[in-house]
């Protein structure tokens, strides 16, 4: 599988990852080389298989409907690049 | 006297419940220890008075003979782990500064059993890395050598803050986390011990996400009865966890006889690469007459999917990285770069540009492309589907084995720098992975040295929820390959 510099781009976008001019090209060569490499996987047969969603078989334990944490407002702001009023603050979002 | 720095953790137990020396004493060995082998670079952060209030904590305790397990430890704390008030940066520049407002199960654990922390240790970068060359603080370079030589080896990754530092006596004991291989591996590369348990052992709770069906947190000590003991302190349900698994935790250190009668021991054929290390291979071989001299029997196994599982988790786990790193995004913690008038999309893309490290950005583009619309179903449903065959390969072996004998890693600890091919780094874990993506426990006990004098690991592998089995099996290597090798003081 080759990746090309127009897909590499594509897909760093939605990644939210801006890359610079000069990352793109041995970014491309990189994936195509990885991408390459793991479709050695189409040889195996998986007809039938199910895949896998849990390693470990396990079933969950239900607990009460009860509010038992809150009232951290603080705690969770503490780390905000930017806070104001009690909410993050981000750029506008809207003209 | 042995040096207080030299003594593993159950020696160390025992010298303070003898009151041979205080608790005090024993932090302050290591406070000292740490500050002095700065240039290792492995811990990225020294937190001597956590360490301290633990050790006047145990002290006024053992006065009153009612200490905890662990009363008076101090370890060191992979950064993968949150701990409350002491930053956690995951060894990523997008955590620089963050400072934890609560505390990781695990490390909670810890800390109510009575041990102290010595510090964060530095790791690859959101453990994406198999040299901690990945680091945005710099690599963390090996207390070994080779011989004749003074080229900086690598101590593996990504625990390799926490490997070398139990290596070169900084700590008895340190927290790891294991996603494809990154407590087993740095392990063997330092001469250490290290045993990553079954999938939902230890909660995830406050680590750090990477891989979130394949991260699991260990005990990384200098021998296997260390590792069991902090690994009955790490373990146990946690309802915070929604994949923590509800069973009761034995004291494995006290199961520990390295009497093997009556266990089977696997060895999967499929691990004997073509061109394989000569050394380990033959190291590998005095491991199964270790294990039969025990009283073990051993029986030749298939896995037949095992050259399948590095590449089906290499699209796992960056997939996983892909959705699980999308939370870094400049808007509740971490790193915010926006530019001048941008918008908000415009600060996601280049916050995140600028806060990831390479590997990363290359591990979370791979999985994007591999979720992405078209692709979903031919890389990530297929690789999901070979990682059951893997599961089913294991299952099929336990029906005729109790624990499976491996190699840790396919050679000895390398040079920095020398392995820049991202494919090449890949295969390191080679070994490691199909037991990661079956969710086993699995460890790696030092056995020997390569020819240049560089440690050797060989790993044990077991059925969910048999750590003992491992455990055991371990122990029974750890005696017969009588491993003493140190690192010879440089630093």
Redesign the interface.
Known sequence: MS?DAA??VR??????????EAEVAP?AA??S???G??????E?D?AG????????P?T??W?DDAITDGG?QK??L?????AEFGF?A??K?ID | MTALTDLTLAGMQAGLRAKSFSATELANAHIEAVAAARSLNAFLVETPDHALAAAAAADAALGKDEALPLAGIPLGIKDLFATKGVETTAGSAILKGFIPEYESTVTARLFAAGAGMLGKLNMDQFAMGSSNETSAFGNVISPWRAAGSNRPLVPGGSSGGSSAAVSARLCAGATGTDTGGSIRQPAAFTGIAGIKPTYGRCSRWGVVAFASSLDQAGPMARDVRDCAILLTAMSGYDPKDSTSIDAPVPDWAAALTGDLRGMRVGIPKEYRLDGMDATIAALWDRGVEWLKAAGATVVDVSLPHTKYALPAYYIIAPAEASSNLARYDGVRFGLRVAPLGGSLADMYEATRAAGFGPEVKRRIIIGTYVLSAGYYDAYYTQAQRVRTLIAQDFAKAWEVCDVLLTPTAPSAAFASGDKVDPLEMYLNDVFTVPSSLAGLPAMSVPAGLSDTGLPLGLQIIGKPLDEAAVLNAGYAIERAAGFTASPERWW
């Open positions: 990746v897909t590499v897909i760093a976008h939605l990644a939210r990852i801006s890359l610079a970014l990189e994936l080389a990885i991408l490499w793991v479709e050695q996987l189409g195996v998986t298989v199910a895949p896998m969603t849990a390693v470990m396990i969950r334990a607990r951290v705690a969770v503490a780390n905000a690049p930017q993050f981000v750029p979002v």
